[in-house]
């Protein structure tokens, strides 16, 4: 302040200036005796403002992984905030993936800067669509004698049905021990995958009995079976009785 007059190379005369383009300005000053100066010219950059936009499914399914892409520019630092979901890439990158776990409204928001100085912001709304993971019911135990069937039947209700056996009916027979899912559709398009059920067929037991093959009338004898942990024995006679050892693997008869 304390000069009788301004003059900015821009035609102003006010002691400040605001500019919104890029250039070098000056201002000449005077003070009350009519003595002038010229300050330094100070130059000016300013970064334009980038096309920047977000492309991605704006209707999804919860639980579902998407993905994102931002307008590239070497000159840009990208900073993503999800909400509704969690990022599964780095957030630093022009391109995300997002995995959608609440239903309801989501949002992708993107914030670019320039050289730390300039900042611009874009969101991106997203309707999530809630989804029920399916459960697969086993009719059965699931530790089975080896070679018997057990059916696994998925819920009512869906469009599709999509087992990791490669069938495609709503419920399936494995005779076979392993792990198995189902990948359902719903009416909305949603895609779901089942926790897997675990199928045990147990081994088949060795059934040989050792004891003699011939007895004398009123004559005791024992008769063995191959003993193992976990086994159940249930021993029948004809002809004769059990003395003792019933539900081991050793009888007396």
Known sequence: GGYASYKWNTGATTQSITVNKSGTYTVTVA????????????????????????????????????RYVATESWTLDYKWTISGGRLLTSPDSNIIVVEWLIAGPGNVRLEASASNI????????????????????????????????????????????????YDSTRSITVTKAGSYTVIVRDPNGCEMRSEPVHIIFSVKPNANIDGPVRIKPTENAVF??????????????DHGSIISGQGTAEVNI
């Open 118 to 165: 300039c900042t611009w912001d874009v969101d991106l709304p997203v309707t999530v669509t809630a989804t029920t993971r399916p459960v697969i019911t086993v009719h059965g135990p699931s530790i089975l004698c080896q070679g018997t069937p057990v059916r696994l039947e998925a819920p009512p209700g869906y469009s599709t049905y999509a087992w990791s056996t």
């Open 224 to 237: 063995k079976a191959v003993a193992k942990a976990g086994f159940t024995y249930n021993w029948f006679c």
């Open 31 to 66: 003070n009350s005796n009519g003595c002038k100066a010229t300050a330094p010219s100070v130059s000016v950059h300013v970064l334009p403002t980038p096309r920047l936009e977000v492309t991605g499914e704006t209707k999804v399914c919860q639980n579902s992984v998407v």
